[in-house]
């Protein structure tokens, strides 16, 4: 989905730009969010940065540690929300310890965290054609004058009908008791990924937490060009501004642990919980299959600009891999198999996420389900 729609941007032959006041690089190191405490941090901070009590899982006892990384994909979490189901269903879902999810997997992630009694809302998401009108009327001129080819609309009232208060109370006393749910997002003035702690946002248990919990996952999901980004009110030393956040996606498609962890996978200690594990789950496709291209400007960025995604997507999984074998995790993933049909434009065709939920329902119930190791770039 970004590699077609990166494609249009480029290929539209004008622009305008929306007006906002401008802030400096140091008033953005010093931003924070009115009403709130330590509720983010830049995801590419230095790995000892994440030694915060909010953002540390306590231990569980008796439980294992279990990590779900739920990556970005427009369309495709339907196979994500398939997976969760049929997951469930098999019998064999743990409870997850933490929870991160880019894009797609931001929008699936506060329901996978709280468990499967939420699986009936991860079905309709995807396959009831609500996330149809996501992508409805494209209008060229609305990217030319404004921000986006399509209305942001239909996705913040999608958002806003799932994320009700009682949700955010319910993810507040699951991470008053230990667990993390962080959502990733961008912010396009700092080209820096953000790591958002949804629990600690819920704690707040106040209008504005609901608010900003919206605001986050709308921001997360939203592809630059296709939709609107979300401009998020902090300060700075009393100076009001507005940060541009757009699609996690942009900065990485999945997050799993920091990146400087991921660069030293021998420098952070083993972990003591019996049986850890890390789960990734990639509404996607990781791995390319023969297909001539058409001689034509559009195919060549789409499938170029696919082939660096893939290739970037691999590297990452392949970091997260040495991490886990370093530190003592169990490695699985699984992805959506190459040889299946892209869906046509930004992937919400409602015929198409319903097969996809269906695969990934089916894969979840047997013996297909994980691979210990992720493909080689």
């Known amino acids: ?24 690089a140091d008033d953005a190191k010093r931003a924070t969010i009115d009403g709130f405490g330590s509720v983010r941090m ?33 369309g495709d979490g339907a196979f994500g929300a398939g997976i969760l189901n049929g997951w469930s269903e098999s019998g064999a879902r743990p409870e997850f ?24 809302t991860l079905k309709e998401m995807y396959t009831s054609g609500l996330a149809s009108s996501f992508a409805a009327s494209p209008n060229a001129l609305r990217a030319v004058f404004g921000s986006s080819i399509f209305d942001g609309q239909p996705l913040r009232d999608a958002i806003s009908h799932y994320t009700t208060p009682e949700l955010l109370e319910a993810i507040a006393r699951e991470h008053a008791k230990g667990r993390r749910l962080f959502v990733v997002t961008t912010d396009l003035d700092a080209a820096r990924p953000v790591l958002w702690n949804m629990g600690e946002i819920a704690s707040v248990r106040t209008p504005h937490a609901l608010a900003l919990f919206r605001q986050v996952l709308t921001a997360s999901a939203s592809v630059p060009v296709a939709f609107p980004p979300s401009l998020i009110a902090a300060s700075a030393d009393g100076k009001a501004i507005e940060e541009m956040h757009v699609d996690g996606g942009v900065s990485t498609q999945v997050f799993t642990f920091p990146d400087r962890l991921l660069m030293q996978p021998g420098s952070s200690r083993r972990m003591a919980s019996p049986g850890p594990a890390v789960y990734v789950i990639m ?28 290739r970037e997507i691999q590297s990452y999984l392949q970091a997260t891999y040495q991490f886990a074998k370093h ?10 198999d190459p040889s299946i049909p892209e869906g046509q434009g930004v992937g919400f065709d409602t015929d198409y996420m319903r097969s996809l939920y269906a695969f990934g329902y089916d894969t979840a119930r047997s013996a297909r389900l994980w691979i210990q190791t992720p493909p080689v770039p």
Request: aromatic share 10%; hydrophobic share 45%.
């Open 97 to 120: 310890t933490i929870v991160s999810g880019v894009s797609t997997g931001a929008l699936i992630a506060p329901f996978a965290f709280l468990g499967q009694a939420y699986d009936p």
């Open 42 to 74: 830049w995801a590419d901070a230095p790995a000892e940065s994440f030694d915060v009590a909010s953002f540390k899982p306590k231990p569980q006892p008796s439980r294992p540690f279990a990590y779900l990384a739920l990556s970005g994909g427009g």
């Open 283 to 310: 509404n996607g496709r990781i791995s390319t299959e023969f297909q001539p291209v058409e001689n034509s400007a559009k195919a060549i960025a789409i499938r170029s600009l696919g082939m660096k995604s893939k």
């Open 1 to 24: 989905m970004t590699a077609a729609v990166c494609t249009l941007a480029l290929l539209l032959s004008a622009c305008a730009s929306v007006q906002r006041a401008t802030y400096s």
């Open 327 to 336: 530190n003592g995790l169990a490695f699985n993933m699984t992805a959506i």
